[in-house]
């Protein structure tokens, strides 16, 4: 769910926040002077970042409009496609993540604010799942791809999203920072807003329209009056005094509220509510493009790609970095929460003939043939970041790790189409062409193809020079 756009106070400079309190990862509870840094167990933990200036923006008027309800806080808005409404979206993601706080980098005794609550557990999992997100196992993210803007571009995956910049105070921070001025013990709107525009600054991503910022609250902090009113996270977007826009994500520290967000004696919820809010930052940055409903705007919209699937469904997914829980998303091609960009691909010119996977079998080198079209799942395909076709597994299950497969990585052609176990090789890389209906592998300049377009059952595809014929166009998934 989505938070309202909080501007910047049209001012030549930024206004600093007053003086914080002592940073608690430098002084000991005895006053004798700084404590020894901890030794950190977190897979490349962010260094402590200097103590800095954050613009302090003024707070919004209000309660939000809209929000990731924690569990039976509110019923989920009504099932409708999302519309476009103009704005960009993200086409290349990369998350950056702001651990607000010196508690972050705060553990054991000689700390005036232990780190209880497991902090270095959490960062872990954010590691963990962050570094997973939109590589190439990762078929949830492509439910994203399928929502473009006006200027052609659509949301794109493979590589990751985690954020490769890095900071320039020489700690190395790079992708996410710890130990900034410490937050005010119930930060406002403004205050959130502050402190995605600090990390776009420290990161040097500052107007960079493919970025969103997650700013983590500690444990014991109340951002916008969490957990008392009833939301697990938010998303909105800010600028700074030069019209930059930054997106950013409110999220406090979820163990504050419970099982109300997933997170009572297990981490599901940083996936679970992360990925929900990840996902409408692709497709909404500015609050300008994909929600429900015909408005002029998605600013307080109760209805985005996310929110029509809260807290349904929760499936386990695998990604490269380990499991994670996750929520499915909207995916206006079916009307339904789906956990993949997934379906039958069919002839373009003989609806009743699918794709299919012969007999259903799924193991290496069964023939991938021309069917009467079934509504099975050995007729459903799955796109993923990686640009394969994998047959889909079933809800949940996205990921068989079998895919469209050029046999004998030959170029020639005629070359027969089976099904194989993913290996990321030039064979199993396939792009769809709309314009021409076309599913294309670029190494081979070769289109799929029913050989002279024969419609009886069985007969095996093959890769053929693209000629624009009838027994080359197909539908995408």
């Known amino acids: 769910m989505l938070k309202r756009f909080v501007p910047i106070v049209a001012a030549a400079t930024l206004i600093a926040m007053p003086a914080g309190p002592a940073l608690a990862s430098s002084h000991r509870a005895d006053g004798r002077g700084p404590a020894a840094r901890p030794s950190r167990h977190v897979p490349g933990a962010p260094a402590a970042s200097a103590a800095t200036s954050v613009p302090n923006l003024p707070a919004a008027a209000g309660r939000p409009t809209g929000v990731v309800w924690q569990r039976g806080q509110a019923a989920r808005p009504a099932a409708g496609n999302m519309q476009y409404h103009g704005g960009p979206v993200q086409r290349g993601p990369q998350v950056y993540i702001v651990l607000w706080g010196s508690w972050w980098d705060c553990s054991g005794s000689g700390c005036t604010n232990p780190g209880s609550g497991h902090g270095d557990a959490v960062e872990s999992y954010l590691f963990n799942y962050w570094h997973g997100v939109g590589t190439a196992t990762d078929g949830l993210v492509q439910v994203n791809s399928q929502y473009g803007d006006a200027s052609g571009g659509h949301p794109a995956f493979g590589s990751g999203v985690w954020g490769t910049a890095c900071g320039s105070d020489g700690n190395n921070n790079c992708g996410w920072v710890a130990d900034q001025q410490d937050p005010p013990q119930s930060p406002t709107v403004g205050d959130i807003a502050g402190a995605a525009l600090w990390g776009a600054d420290y990161f040097g991503v500052t107007g960079d329209s493919n970025v969103q910022i997650i700013v983590v609250s500690p444990k014991g902090i109340h951002p916008d009056g969490f957990p008392n009113s009833g939301f697990c996270a ?27 967000c997933d997170a009572a004696g297990s981490m599901d919820g940083w996936s679970v509510v992360g990925g929900h809010e990840f996902s409408e930052t692709v497709t909404d940055p500015e609050l300008t493009a994909w929600c429900g409903g015909n408005t002029a705007s998605c600013s307080g919209s109760s209805a985005e790609i996310g929110d029509l699937c809260a807290w349904t469904n929760l499936f386990t997914e695998p990604l490269v970095t380990g499991s994670f829980v996750q929520q499915p998303l909207w995916d206006n091609s079916t009307g339904s929460c789906q956990d993949a960009f997934r379906g039958p691909i069919r002839s373009f010119n003989h609806r009743g003939k699918c794709v299919d996977d012969h007999h259903s079998s799924t193991a290496n080198g069964t023939k991938v043939d021309i069917y009467g079209c079934n509504g099975t799942r050995a007729q459903t395909w799955a796109s993923f970041p990686d640009r394969s076709l994998r047959r889909y597994g079933g809800y949940g299950h996205a990921d068989t790790g079998k895919c469209l497969d050029i046999a004998g990585k030959h170029s020639s052609n005629g070359t027969k189409v089976d099904l194989w176990t993913c290996t990321g090789g030039w064979n199993q890389k396939w792009l769809y062409r709309p314009g021409s209906h076309e599913w294309y592998n670029p190494h ?34």
């Open 234 to 260: 938010w998303h909105s977007s800010t600028t700074d005094a030069f019209g930059n826009v930054v997106a950013y994500t409110n999220m406090p520290f979820l163990p504050d509220a419970g099982s109300a």
């Open 444 to 477: 081979s300049s070769k289109c799929l193809e029913d050989p002279s377009g024969n419609l009886t059952n069985g007969t095996q595809l093959k890769t053929w020079a693209c000629n624009g014929h009838s027994d080359e166009v197909w539908t995408n998934v």
